[in-house]
């Protein structure tokens, strides 16, 4: 689940780059999605 969240984040930070849309404020689609992908990777998958 918490994949598929950053997958879709990640995909739609490349699409607002590719349409430039948002502006600058796309990037905090990056950012959200790099936090979630340092925080699954520090609790791995006892969160199941």
Do not use: C, E, P, Y
Not at 3 to 31: E, M, P, R, S
């Amino acid at each position: 689940m918490l994949w598929t969240l950053i997958g879709l984040l990640l995909l739609f930070w490349v699409l607002g780059l590719v349409f430039q849309v948002g502006g600058a404020v796309v990037h905090v689609l990056l950012v959200i999605a790099i936090g979630l992908f340092i925080f699954n990777m520090i609790t791995g998958r006892n969160s199941r």
